[in-house]
């Protein structure tokens, strides 16, 4: 029930494609969604983040869509571009920041 | 640019060294985290301080010994450490301990233990 599930493990677009990562969780007390970009030989870095009262968030080229319902939540990487090649993480936290626990993470490859 | 900076980036001892990481932020923040970080693999939370005072402890073995000096600065004190152990250590901090959602991350400790 802590667990936060992402797919696919790895995955490979083509420079201007979408890039889309899906995570799932079980646990209806997470309350706050946040997607981390992670560089190699860099620490993570907060990308975007969501709570559950909306259904879609936009930054820039970045997009999280979250069902509730469903329980899922995807990151969308719009116009995708080399420097983006990265390994994302999903995350999910409770009220107050408890149990805040990580995906086990996508690595993405964009092809110039 | 990152505003949490750990020293030393790398780091090779053997199994009977003693050394210490360290992590410096001055964001203002009142939360500070300890995780280790294995290769193709998410990082895992060691410790959290919370206003100077340990407040989670995973089950991480007693030869990493946290310190919290200050409001700032965070350190890991490594003793009798084992090959296993060789991983990225990060550092991170956050406005308070109930924003674990919002962390500030440094670039990360290579340690490698022979």
């Known amino acids: 029930q802590q667990q936060v599930k992402q797919s696919p493990q790895s995955l490979i677009v083509q420079k201007g494609g979408i890039s889309i990562i899906n995570c799932a969780y079980e646990n209806t007390a997470f309350d706050y969604f946040p997607w981390y970009q992670q560089f190699p030989g860099k620490g993570p870095a907060l990308l975007i983040a969501?709570?559950?009262?909306?259904s879609e968030k936009k930054e820039g080229r970045f997009t999280i869509s979250f069902n509730k319902s469903a329980k899922q939540f995807s990151l969308h990487i719009m116009d995708s571009q080399p420097g983006d090649s990265a390994t994302y993480f999903c995350?999910?936290?409770?009220?107050?920041?408890?149990?805040?626990?990580f995906g086990p993470g996508t690595r993405l490859s964009v092809l110039p | 640019d990152t505003e949490v900076t750990q020293t030393p980036k790398h780091l090779v001892m053997g199994m009977t060294n003693k050394k210490s990481l360290k992590c410096e932020q001055h964001m203002g923040h009142r939360a500070m985290y300890w995780y280790k970080q294995k290769a193709k693999k998410p990082p895992e939370l060691m410790f959290v301080y919370s206003y100077e005072k340990l407040s989670i402890n995973e089950s991480v073995p007693s030869r990493f010994s946290p310190e919290c000096p200050n409001s700032s600065l965070l350190n890991l004190h490594l003793h009798a450490l084992q090959p296993e152990d060789s991983a990225l250590y990060l550092c991170?901090?956050?406005?308070?301990?109930?924003?674990?959602?919002?962390?500030?991350f440094g670039e990360g400790s290579r340690l490698t233990v022979l």
């Open positions: 991170a901090s956050s406005l308070r301990a109930r924003d674990t959602g919002e962390l500030f």
């Open positions: 995350a999910a936290s409770k009220p107050g920041g408890q149990n805040f626990v």
């Open positions: 969501i709570r559950p009262d909306v």
